[in-house]
């Protein structure tokens, strides 16, 4: 699928799981917030909310990827880094979790109605957990309640262009044997519980002139490098020039997040940033593994990838 160059992307870290001020920035690259220059403090929470800026032909783009965990942490942060919900032109769900879409119907009552939401066909699906301490849901996101706040709904399975600037990719292909989804997760179709493989979880890729792709992903429950690869054959292009996602690692232990980390150093890319569920264990096996390209995903950070 041809993907068209952008100038550049800029993610901002809207919502997430960490706040650190004493995380390094990269100048021109990876800026972290300066505390006391904000109109109000920045709330982490367990969810995430990326605002993204595409820049193509002097044209500008403004995209939300998710929704956080509930309105509380969205509209906060979005005051804070003075940015507002009539700004976004469009809002993509990466996959049907409340950490994601927990925020999402509040945000569609500030909006006018026809707002162009992205969202896999299967994100609607009463989603579980089954852990240690018990039974976790099930959630649900009704499509009737979004039809009702007025959304323009663009539902997927596929691949599709968001605006014709950026790539959804549809379910993600596995061709990674080591990536492979929690037991513990479950989902319901038609009444009957199944083993949740995650069909509904998709990458955004952006294409970036001269730098190569830039992948982002919500929880990565597929697995990031299934999902690179794949933006990878989707677009044919190698290089990739940044990984922005939660990865979801420490609960597959070590041999996951080792298996893990060999498997993004054949992909190579310039950058990564992670957060959201990825885990501490992880974080911190990421960080010695890539100390020269990797970066914890703090709320209120801004990712700057320039064409060159």
């Known amino acids: 699928m041809k993907l068209p160059a952008l100038q550049s992307v800029t993610v901002e870290i809207l919502v997430d799981n960490f706040f650190d001020v004493f995380e390094p920035s990269r100048p021109g690259i990876v800026e972290r917030v300066v505390p006391g220059h904000l109109k109000q403090p920045l709330v982490a929470a367990h969810g995430l909310a990326y605002f993204i800026t595409l820049k193509r032909n002097g044209q500008t783009t403004r995209i939300l990827m998710d929704a956080a965990n509930s309105p509380l942490p969205l509209f906060n942060n979005l005051k804070a880094l003075e940015h507002s919900v009539e700004e976004i032109d469009a809002l993509f769900l990466s996959h049907g979790h409340p950490d994601h879409y927990g925020g999402l119907l509040s945000f569609l009552g500030l909006r006018a109605p026809g707002l162009p939401i992205y969202i896999h066909k299967e994100s609607y699906l009463p989603k579980l957990l089954i852990t240690p301490r018990g039974r976790i849901g099930p959630w649900t996101l009704p499509r009737e309640d979004l039809v009702t706040a007025g959304a323009q709904l663009h539902e997927n399975q596929g691949p599709e262009l968001i605006l014709d600037q950026v790539l959804i990719t549809g379910t993600v292909e596995a061709t990674t044997p080591y990536e492979t989804p929690l037991p513990g997760a479950k989902r319901l179709v038609e009444g009957k519980e199944e083993h949740d493989c995650f ?56 041999q996951l997040i080792k298996q893990t980390i060999a498997g993004l150093k054949e992909i190579n890319p310039e950058l990564i940033v992670a957060g959201h569920c990825t885990g501490f264990r992880a974080l911190t ?15 209120g950070t801004k990712v700057m990838i320039v064409g060159g």
């Open 199 to 254: 069909t509904d979880e998709q990458a955004l890729v952006a294409r970036v002139e001269g730098r190569g792709l830039v992948v982002l992903g919500g929880c990565s429950h597929p697995g990031i490098v299934n999902m690179v690869k794949y933006a990878q054959k989707l677009t044919g292009i190698k290089k990739v020039a940044a990984i922005i996602a939660g990865l979801h690692l420490t609960p597959g232990g070590d």
């Open 285 to 299: 096996q990421l960080a010695l593994a890539f100390p020269d390209n990797f970066m914890v995903s703090c709320v």
